[in-house]
């Protein structure tokens, strides 16, 4: 059974930084892609970055100018998510994602972890 | 960027009525469609890929169809735990995007 298991979101300031982690177990991590999916508050869903699984490529979605940046371990099954310069607006629910092979659709999501961005 | 629009916003039914919901991109996004389900305080799960492909466990009732531009996802008689968020989303072009969603209520 998939399981992945986020974690390292709280609370933190304007301008700050937080790195989550996501722990997966039930498949094979190396051989796929991985994504990190948020949604703010009582709103719909955001993709905001992929990475291959080797980790050789990455995307991210346009907002983000270069604030955030994906990266795995292999060796540690893990993904994570570095998030600098945080605003206000990047308050939300962040949820690690198992796409389908080929930069395929998501078919496994964990249950996410809360990042709050205020004074 | 690929716009996804979905209507209606909301969808007032009650169980054992169809459901259609629709979806229509800002481009063609070929059949690179999926829908997604969610419910208060629970992860999105995927219902339908690549337009009409039934994910793995997925109740029969469940359809999608459409391609290019328009789409549409259709529950052909609503149990009570259909009742929920519903999204489409397209990965014909990066960045990935999400329709706004739909929330199928309780009439």
């Known amino acids: 059974e998939v399981q992945l298991l986020e974690s390292g979101g709280g609370l933190v300031q304007p301008g700050g930084s937080l790195r989550l982690s996501c722990a997966a177990s039930g498949f094979t991590f190396s051989a796929c892609d991985m994504n990190w999916v948020r949604q703010a508050p009582g709103k719909g869903l955001e993709w905001v970055s992929i990475?291959?699984?080797?980790?050789?490529?990455?995307y991210y979605a346009d907002s983000l100018k270069g604030r955030f940046t994906i990266s795995r371990d292999n060796s540690k099954n893990t993904l994570y998510l570095q998030m600098n310069s945080l605003r206000a607006e990047d308050t939300a629910v962040y949820y690690c994602?198992?796409?389908?092979?080929?930069?395929?659709?998501?078919?496994?999501w964990g249950q996410g972890t809360l990042v709050t961005v205020s004074s | 960027e690929i716009v996804l629009t979905q209507s209606p916003a909301t969808l007032s039914l009650s169980p054992g009525e169809r459901a259609t919901v629709s979806c229509r991109a800002s481009?063609?996004?070929?059949?690179?469609l999926a829908w997604y389900q969610q419910k208060p305080g629970q992860a999105p799960r995927l219902l339908i890929y690549?337009?009409?492909n039934r994910a793995t466990g997925i109740p029969a009732r469940f359809s999608g169809s459409g391609s290019g531009t328009d789409f549409t996802l259709t529950i052909s008689s609503l149990e009570p735990e259909d009742f929920a968020v519903y999204y489409c989303?397209?990965?014909?072009?990066?960045?990935?995007?999400f329709g706004q969603g739909t929330k199928v209520e309780i009439k």
């Open positions: 994602v198992k796409s389908m092979s080929g930069w395929g659709f998501f078919d496994s």
């Open positions: 481009q063609s996004v070929s059949s690179y």
């Open positions: 989303q397209q990965r014909s072009n990066w960045p990935r995007t």
């Open positions: 690549d337009a009409s």
């Open positions: 990475i291959t699984g080797g980790g050789t490529s990455t």
